[in-house]
């Protein structure tokens, strides 16, 4: 798919004109008339409208617009878009702003330090149902989804819609080093990369690992190069603090990507927390960065269990006639990421023939449980050096005075060591009766995690081993030691067997096994001699056949 740049929103207001517009606030401040306080989340949503992020959308919606979106995903023009963009400030004051509005009007949004940041051209003020809203964006009405309280919590009952205009941009802290507008971003990749696609990749708050690398190292073999787009501050308190997530990502990037293909740059943006709605309000913004493809995986943007596996790759095909197409931008789809230690790879359904005896998921709230608890996740499903950064963000810090977290310990293991359910060691044989993951306990996670740590990669190391010592035609690597113990032990067994023989040769036909051994036990005391001589060197043997005695405990007690 080649990229044929949108028409990108700006709304940025530059040199007079902003001078005019910033006298036109102060004089309204002055007087204290058409002007609303925004918190940090409104300012920024008018930001990413301003600059283009949310193009073609150059301001919040009409009810016509708002109503469309909500009923059919499209904007009354047919344009597709997934979710609202509402300006419904709570508060009595800010509602009562909106009420005395009419067309034409100019409103003055000022942050917490009285400053004017941006401005609304006033379309119309409408009233909406709070209820409808939350079936449609969230498909439930349950205050417990985040998604859905925060419309009881944080929106009052009118909406102002409007043109919006950026008088000054919020300042981006500690990310204000990687912060780059949609039309920066594209003239980096397309005017001085010369790059033809480019995968983009927009991620949560929770750690870096190698589910992320597996997607980022799929999406640069085929194509030119990557945007990662990490979305930092604004997410729940229990996430991996933002800076400490950057960090990582950087570390990730130095050390195991070819750092001139890969551009991260950080999307200083809200949770929706709308689950399949939001990966398709994703995949627009990662389009008007520049990005002609968007990789998506299993859960993206889920929220708990309230959507289904995969709900957020089949929404853009139940939503769109044309699928992804119709967004102008190539949806590039992702099966459940695992670490096989058969395998001794990343892999996922499709590549994978090996049951959960070997198999460590990859799951990201796993992870940052395993962290929370104290425990650095295995190598195999975080880099250590990224892990380490991650680990010193996590919030809050370890565990209550009970030894509990925010998450239920056994749900670590059912999250990220299946094996532990249903085998009794990693790539071992299985259990008569998984194990019910409710009853697990911190024990059972330090258990899971030691075999991890310890058989992870010796599992395809013995494997390596064992067809390396048998097949090398040139025996200097061969280690000497273990060939001389095979041939002892060969001499040994033969040893044995001339023993048994003559004993087989001596035995009394009609003895009872009481005083002297019958010569039928003697016999199959010899056929398992036999039978472990003839195993060697491969090893390959049926144990049962080591059980050769024919009698009873109970006629030796």
């Known amino acids: 798919m080649s990229i044929q740049q949108v028409k990108l929103v700006n709304t940025v207001l530059d040199g007079p004109v902003r001078e005019v517009a910033l006298e036109e606030a102060k004089e309204n401040l002055s007087r204290n008339q058409n002007t609303i306080m925004i918190d940090e989340e409104a300012w920024i949503t008018v930001e990413m409208i301003a600059t283009g992020a949310l193009s073609p959308c150059n301001g919040f919606m009409t009810r016509e617009d708002y109503s469309s979106v909500l009923h059919t995903g499209r904007l009354a023009d047919g344009t597709p878009w997934p979710t609202p963009l509402s300006f419904a400030m709570a508060g009595e004051k800010n509602q009562e702003v909106l009420k005395g509005l009419k067309k034409g009007d100019v409103v003055t949004l000022i942050n917490r330090e009285k400053q004017p940041v941006a401005r609304i051209h006033a379309e119309e003020v409408f009233e909406y149902d709070r209820e409808e809203r939350a079936q449609c964006v969230f498909g439930t009405t349950d205050k417990r989804h985040p998604g859905v309280r925060s419309i009881y919590e944080r929106m009052g009952e009118r909406s102002l819609a409007g043109k919006v205009e950026l008088l000054n941009r919020a300042y981006w802290g500690a990310f204000e080093k990687y912060r780059m507008t949609p039309a920066e971003s594209f003239d980096y990749f397309y005017k001085k990369k010369g790059a033809r696609t480019v995968v983009g990749f927009i991620t949560g708050a929770n750690p870096v690992h190698r589910g992320h690398e597996h997607i980022h190292r799929v999406a640069l073999e085929n194509n030119d190069m990557l945007l990662i787009q990490p979305l930092v501050q604004l997410a729940k308190p229990e996430y991996i603090r933002s800076e400490h997530r950057i960090q990582a990502y950087e570390t990730l990037i130095n050390k195991y990507y070819p750092k001139d293909r890969v551009l991260m740059s950080p999307l200083r943006v809200t949770y929706i927390f709308a689950g399949p709605r939001e990966a398709i309000l994703h995949a627009i913004v990662s389009r008007n960065f520049g990005a002609t493809h968007f990789a998506i995986g299993r859960d993206h943007a889920g929220v708990g269990s309230y959507y289904g596996d995969y709900e957020c790759q089949s929404i853009f095909d139940r939503l769109y006639d044309g699928g992804s197409k119709e967004l102008g931008i190539e949806l590039m789809a992702f099966s459940e990421v695992f670490y ?70 056994g749900a670590i293991i059912k999250k990220m060591f299946p094996f532990y359910l249903v085998a009794k060691r990693l790539g071992g044989q299985l259990r008569e009766k998984p194990l019910s993951w409710e009853d697990l306990t911190l024990e059972d996670v330090e258990r899971a995690l030691m075999d991890v740590r310890e058989n992870a990669d010796r599992i395809l190391r013995d494997i390596a081993t064992d067809v390396e010592y048998h097949m090398d035609v040139r025996r200097d690597m061969a280690h000497q030691w273990r060939a001389e113990t095979a041939e002892y032990t060969r001499e040994r067994q033969l040893s044995l067997i001339k023993a048994l023989d003559e004993k087989v040769r001596s035995a009394d036909p009609n003895a009872d096994n009481k005083m002297f051994q019958s ?21 390959k043997i049926d144990n049962r056949k080591l059980v050769w005695n024919p009698l009873k405990y109970e006629e030796y007690r």
């Open 519 to 539: 010569k039928a036990e003697a016999e199959k005391e010899l056929e398992v001699a036999k039978a472990v001589y003839d195993s060697m060197p491969d090893g």
């Open 340 to 409: 096989c230690c058969r395998c001794g790879t990343t892999a996922t359904e499709n590549t994978c023939p090996h049951g959960k005896q070997y198999r460590i998921n990859i799951s990201g709230t796993g992870i940052r449980e395993l962290m929370r608890y104290g425990y650095l996740p295995p190598k195999e499903v975080s880099r250590p050096e990224v892990s380490r950064i991650g680990m010193q963000g996590i919030q809050p810090k370890g565990l209550d005075e009970n030894g509990g977290s925010i998450y239920p310990v």
